[in-house]
């Protein structure tokens, strides 16, 4: 058996003992990642060297009686748009291809304060745009459940490495549902937290008002365990929130007694799969069965969502990404002639055509003349979404749907279709715009491909995003189903 199968308790207690040591955990995620590897595709860079010694150090610990924090010694995987001291940060683009930061994100920096083990960084669509992986500058990373599907994106790579059981646990980055779609493809958890609940910084930007940080896990109990070690305040983020961070495990009591759900009835219509929506229905049945309630609910500004999102990310992104300009770090183009032609060529040559489609886009819609029509709009209608979801928890405590509206598709099958590849985060959009956080739990499979189920909470409550999370999971037994590699 993996010793990944172990949940953290039993891995303590093995620590404890000294029957197990983070060198055992460590050999049993390069040893995984050697035999699947080939075929998953999850990692871009692997750290094994300072891996192996700093487990070694680990080691030296277990024979004293420090306190230990509860991911010590964990093998763990970082999205390659974090960045990491000494490590390569690519963002899965040839722009950053030589790129070795000089500083760790904060989230990195707490991970190792927390003594866990980084494995290596994870494959991504450049610079986080997408949502199947095959914006990879490099390569396409495949579905453990079956490697001629997508694992979703953009952290389709901490998805799979987490599937597959390279790593305990990964960290991935959310701007339009890129934790939750490829959590969902791949049948394990992910969780978006809170927009400012987790440090951006040392993130690389997309689209800054709605990037966030956040665990794939194989269960609740374990993204509990990872929020508490990578939630809380940072002033080198100014967006971060200044709030206190409340005990994540002490949540999970299993008990939903007359929690009332809403189930958007625009979540539940056209455009949903209905051997999806069967699969939802299950899931509400089961935590019926365990004494909450349910009624349809609507969301009705929720039909703007994604042409919202697409102009507002997209801006942002035009933004952030006119710093990669081949001057300062990066590619730096051979044939330029003059400043003008360095900036072209270089940012020609370094960008991948999703990016470039994105920048022109959102170029388009803060150009003069457009800003009032385009971006203004999208403004405002994002303040009727979050306000829609305002309006339902007064009356609810969580809001329930599909995480996606369909299971993963095939390798290839959208590539050349952007729009349809934007429809594919309809569910999750909404939650970005309006900050809160939502988590994705397998609820079944369809056509042996996993199902997300997604639970919405209010603003700052994780709590009862994982309590209802970790209830569900504990009366059903889809998250201990593995795929065969």
């Known amino acids: 058996m993996s010793l990944f199968e172990l949940n953290l308790q039993e891995i303590h207690a093995k620590l404890q003992s000294k029957e197990l040591k983070v060198s055992d955990l460590v050999d049993q995620s390069y040893t995984r990642i050697g035999q699947v590897e080939g075929k998953v595709r999850a990692f871009l860079t692997l750290d094994e060297e300072n891996a192996r010694q700093m487990a070694a150090k680990l080691d030296e610990q277990l024979l004293s009686n420090a306190t230990r924090s509860d991911i010590f010694g964990l093998p763990i995987g970082i999205k390659d748009n974090m960045v990491t001291e000494g490590l390569k940060t690519t963002c899965a683009s040839k722009f950053l291809s030589n790129h070795i930061p000089i500083y760790d994100a904060t989230v990195v920096s707490k991970l190792k304060e ?16 997408g949502g199947s992986n095959e914006n990879s500058a490099f390569h396409p990373t495949h579905n453990p459940w079956n490697t001629d599907y997508v694992p979703g994106g953009s952290s389709g790579g901490s998805a799979a490495a987490v599937a597959a059981g390279e790593v305990y646990f990964a960290l991935g980055s959310d701007t339009g549902g890129s934790i939750r779609q490829p959590a969902a493809y791949c049948g394990i958890v992910g969780l978006k937290p809170t927009y400012g609940l987790v440090s951006r910084y040392g993130l690389v930007a997309f689209a800054s008002s709605l990037d966030q940080i956040g665990p794939l896990t194989k269960n609740v109990e374990d993204a509990a365990y990872a929020m508490q070690a990578i939630a809380g305040y940072d002033p080198k983020d100014s967006t971060s929130a200044n709030v206190e961070i409340p005990n994540y495990l002490s949540a999970l009591t299993g008990d939903v007694k007359g929690l009332r759900i809403g189930v958007p009835k625009e979540y539940m219509g056209n455009g949903i799969d209905p051997a999806v929506k069967a699969k939802v229905l299950e899931a509400l049945k089961v935590l019926e069965g365990l004494g909450a309630v349910w009624e349809e ?3 009705p500004h929720s039909e703007y969502a994604v042409a919202t999102y697409y102009l507002l990310a997209s801006s942002e992104a035009s933004s952030n990404l006119a710093r990669f300009d081949g001057i300062r770090y990066g590619v730096r183009s051979d044939n ?15 960008f991948g055509p999703e990016v470039k489609r994105r920048i022109m886009l959102g ?81 079944g499979f369809v056509n042996e491909l996993p199902v997300g189920l997604q639970i919405i909470g209010k603003a700052l ?12 999971e504990q009366h059903t037994d889809h998250h201990k189903q593995r795929p065969q590699l």
């Open 297 to 299: 609910v609507t969301l």
């Open 336 to 350: 330029a002639r003059n400043l003008l032609d360095l900036y072209n060529l270089s940012r020609s040559e370094g």
């Open 114 to 129: 927390a003594q866990a083990v980084t494995i290596g960084k994870l494959n991504m669509d450049e610079f986080a745009m």
């Open 363 to 443: 170029t388009y819609a803060l150009s003069s003349g457009y800003y009032d029509a385009y971006y203004l709009k999208a403004q405002q209608v994002r303040t009727l979404i979050k306000q829609d979801f305002d309006q339902v928890f007064n009356n609810y405590d969580i809001i329930i749907g599909p995480t996606a509206p369909t299971t993963a598709f095939r390798i290839g099958e959208q590539s050349s279709d952007p729009l349809t590849m934007y429809l594919n985060d309809i569910m999750t959009i909404p939650v970005s715009l309006a900050g809160i956080p939502a988590i994705s739990v397998p609820c």
């Open 461 to 472: 409550d994780e709590a009862t995003v994982l309590r209802v999370a970790h209830a569900f």
